[in-house]
């Protein structure tokens, strides 16, 4: 089984719908984020946890919510997607002194 | 901000050839540097880091040397193969914490190579 693993893998959702996205993790790690990936943009950070009780915005945080669940879980909400936030999502964790780590992607169309 | 610039692609090569992408950062303290693989259909993989000046980082035949001087991490490899096309990212994370752990990491924009037989 993957490390990190998202739930759903691919998703088609109309605009104005809410939409989560499910990240789980077996390594044990305090941090968290969500990425998200755009052609010619690279990976931007949305919102990151480096521990159950802290959350923090990242530099694209307008329109998704986050909720830590416990040390594992960690899930990235679209109250009401847009077309625009068609993109394909990461989850990653890490340790305060290791790489991070990632999980396989959730490709997000919205319509 | 810290930001990080690649160079654009997409990168073709045929097999064998001298591969170099370069990478330049701009950072407000000493950040370590790192080059992610991401294969197709896959989630992104560490390929190698360097966490000081002078450092080099090196994985399946690809080194990339951190350059304080020029703030550069160019990946580079000697001979490619067809399996090494894939997406390449060069990142950077800021030391947090009074320098002991690793801050959140800063990506670039991303090099497709594609490598021909």
């Known amino acids: 089984d993957a490390d990190v693993t998202q739930t759903p893998r691919n998703r088609i959702t109309k605009t104005g719908k809410r939409i989560m996205l499910e990240c789980s993790q077996t390594?044990?790690?305090?941090?968290m984020y969500w990425y998200r990936q755009d052609p010619g943009l690279g990976l931007r950070l949305i919102y990151y946890?480096?521990?159950?009780?802290?959350?923090n915005k990242g530099e694209i945080s307008d329109g998704y919510s986050v909720s830590r669940q416990a040390q594992a879980k960690f899930s990235l909400s679209l109250e009401s997607a847009i077309p625009n936030q068609t993109a394909l999502y990461f989850c990653?964790?890490?340790?305060?002194?290791?790489?991070?780590?990632f999980g396989q992607g959730t490709r997000l169309t919205v319509v | 901000g810290d930001s990080v610039t690649q160079m654009e692609g997409p990168v073709t090569l045929s097999e064998e050839a001298f591969l170099t992408i370069n990478c330049t950062y701009t950072?407000?303290?000493?950040?370590?540097l790192f080059w992610y693989v991401q294969y197709p259909g896959e989630g992104l993989q560490l390929l190698l880091k360097?966490?000081?000046?002078?450092d080099k980082g090196s994985n399946k035949g690809f080194e990339a040397t951190y350059r304080k001087e020029t703030t550069s991490f160019h990946l580079e490899k000697g001979s490619v193969q067809v399996s090494d096309s894939a997406v390449y990212f060069c990142?950077?994370?800021?030391?947090?914490?009074?320098?002991?752990?690793?801050?959140?990491?800063?990506f670039g924009q991303g090099t497709i190579l594609t490598v021909h037989p």
């Open positions: 360097a966490t000081k000046a002078d």
């Open positions: 946890s480096f521990d159950v009780k802290d959350i």
């Open positions: 990653a964790t890490s340790e305060t002194n290791t790489e991070a780590f």
């Open positions: 990142a950077l994370s800021e030391l947090v914490g009074g320098g002991t752990s690793y801050g959140k990491l800063t």
């Open positions: 390594k044990g790690h305090d941090r």
């Open positions: 950072a407000t303290g000493y950040p370590s």
